[in-house]
T-cell receptor, first 114, second 118 residues
Framework: AQKVTQAQTEISVVEKEDVTLDCVYE???????LFWYKQPPSGELVFLIR??????QNEISGRYSWNFQKSTSSFNFTITASQVVDSAVYFC???????????FGAGTRLFVKA | GAVVSQHPSWVICKSGTSVKIECRSL??????MFWYRQFPKQSLMLMAT?????????EQGVEKDKFLINHASLTLSTLTVTSAHPEDSSFYIC??????????????FGEGSWLTVV
């Protein structure tokens, strides 16, 4: 069975602080994909990143960085120098390679205060 | 690229009526589309997988006769909520998986549709 756990329900930070959103997953598949999506207050989901299970290289995109560790089944997301516009719900998701269903975590609501 | 458009964004309907929500992939073909439902402050609940040219696959507990899904083309899937009741009020969001393996299972989401049944 597949499962995605985002233990942090809500996080509140002050602007310019760094913040890490945790994601732990469970799967029996040997190859799979991991994703992060952002859902701002307007509701639409925005794709942020996809990571293949066989590629453990960390990735950085501007103020965003992702740390994928297969040994701990974690795919954490860090926002550096957070901004008010980063306030949103962030979902971590998992999909088996070749599969169609994407399983979402419960989401972490991030509040960035000015 | 990878734009998914959902319409309408907001809809209010009377109890007992039906309402249709459209999901279009604008710049790619999608053999498979997904319909999710999201309650306030909760995660996305997969309702059904919509397959072009064939019947949708519904998740356990989702009434197929109430939530009719049609995927008539590679760029359009529709969700019709039949005989809507206030408890059907929710945020419905669709997603589309580009045909082919290049996208690596990435699904792209529409803007979502807020349904209020009064």
């Amino acid at each position: 069975a597949q499962k995605v756990t985002q233990a942090q329900t809500e996080i509140s930070v002050v602007e310019k602080e760094d913040v890490t959103l945790d994601c732990v997953y469970e799967t029996r598949d040997t190859t799979y994909y991991l994703f992060w999506y952002k859902q701002p207050p307007s509701g639409e989901l925005v794709f942020l990143i996809r990571r293949n299970s066989f590629d453990e290289q960390n990735e950085i995109s501007g103020r965003y960085s992702w740390n994928f560790q297969k040994s701990t089944s974690s795919f954490n997301f860090t926002i550096t120098a957070s901004q008010v516009v980063d306030s949103a719900v962030y979902f971590c998701a998992l999909s088996a390679f070749g599969g169609f269903k994407t399983i979402f975590g419960a989401g972490t609501r991030l509040f960035v205060k000015a | 690229g990878a734009v998914v458009s959902q319409h309408p964004s907001w809809v209010i309907c009377k109890s007992g009526t039906s309402v249709k929500i459209e999901c279009r992939s604008l710049d790619f073909q999608a053999t498979t589309m997904f319909w999710y439902r999201q309650f306030p402050k909760q995660s996305l609940m997969l309702m059904a997988t919509s397959n072009e040219g064939s019947k949708a696959t519904y998740e356990q507990g989702v009434e197929k006769d109430k939530f009719l899904i049609n995927h008539a083309s590679l760029t359009l899937s529709t969700l019709t909520v039949t005989s809507a009741h206030p408890e059907d009020s929710s945020f419905y969001i669709c997603s589309a998986r580009p045909t082919g393996v290049v996208s690596g299972n990435t699904i792209y989401f529409g803007e979502g549709s807020w349904l209020t049944v009064v």
